[in-house]
């Protein structure tokens, strides 16, 4: 499970990576497009802090930031996810938590990192959808893409 996850979680990490370079490259300034990457790298440090037992996050799910201090949480949030995959051994326990509107679950860490990487692939396929629709080109940030790059099968462009 361990490999499992670090392997997504790179994944994660490496179509966020994408996604940012993407928006620096063609200057994207949009708003909304900011929001929902925003929206997507945020959540990545909610979970983190729930999952840790750490205080509640003071960053806005839905908040305005700018590309640069999205850059910055995206680039937190990975090397939290990382090291905590890196040091947990187990990740089948269940988490006792209020979401973001204060409203009590129960649901077992694992699949929670498994929701938070779809949770992340999902938002990034708006922002592409997004992109184009306002004459940006968008990036590719599909899962088998990455397996092809870390498998020596494609090159990364």
Not at 21 to 36: A, N, P, S, T, W
Not at 98 to 103: C, R, T
Request: hydrophobic letters at 40%.
């Amino acid at each position: 499970m361990k490999e499992y996850f670090l392997k997504l979680y790179q994944y994660n990490d490496w179509a966020n990576r994408r996604v940012i370079d993407c928006l620096e490259g063609q200057d994207v300034r949009d708003e909304k497009i900011l929001r929902i990457f925003g929206h997507l790298v945020c959540a990545q440090l909610i979970w983190f802090n729930r999952i840790k037992g750490l205080p509640k996050s003071t960053l806005q799910l839905w908040g305005d930031y700018s590309l640069s201090e999205l850059k910055s949480i995206a680039k937190e949030a990975s090397l939290c996810w990382l090291e905590l995959i890196d040091e947990e051994s187990s990740f089948d326990r269940i988490l006792k938590y209020n979401n973001y509107v204060g409203d009590y679950y129960e649901t077992n860490i694992r699949d929670l990192m498994a929701h938070l990487v779809n949770h992340c692939t999902y938002h990034r396929g708006q922002v592409a959808v997004l992109l184009r629709d306002k004459g940006f080109e968008p990036v590719n940030t599909d899962f088998v893409t990455f397996d092809r790059i870390i498998s020596g099968q494609l090159k990364e462009n």
